[in-house]
């Protein structure tokens, strides 16, 4: 089981700020993990396809869409922060 966690802006627009799942055979990475859930609520989660407006966490470290899954993590998205 995943658990994934929206955070910030993203919480906001999804109106939820965390889910669980089991991942499909088919999702080994981030990118396969965005795809599978843009495919479930595609008006919604579209956004997630967008690298400049989404970072993805990993077990609470940074990771890129190529990231290997294994089932049990915990992935955050997240927009980019900028600070001063």
């Known amino acids: 089981m995943i658990t994934i966690h929206y955070f910030a802006s993203i919480r906001?627009?999804?109106?939820?700020?965390?889910?669980q799942?089991?991942?499909?055979?088919r999702v080994s990475t981030?990118?396969?993990l965005i795809q599978h859930l843009i495919?479930?609520?595609?008006?919604?989660?579209q956004l997630l396809n967008d690298s400049s407006k989404v970072l993805i966490a990993v077990d609470q470290t940074v990771v890129d869409r190529n990231h290997i899954?294994?089932?049990?993590?915990?992935?955050?998205f997240f927009p980019p922060m900028?600070?001063?």
Do not use: C, I, W
Not at 12 to 19: A, F, G, N, R, Y
């Open 12 to 19: 906001e627009l999804l109106d939820q700020s965390q889910q």
């Open 21 to 25: 799942l089991e991942l499909p055979d």
């Open 30 to 32: 981030v990118d396969e």
């Open 39 to 45: 495919s479930r609520e595609p008006e919604k989660l």
């Open 69 to 76: 899954l294994s089932g049990s993590e915990e992935v955050a």
């Open 82 to 84: 900028t600070g001063g």
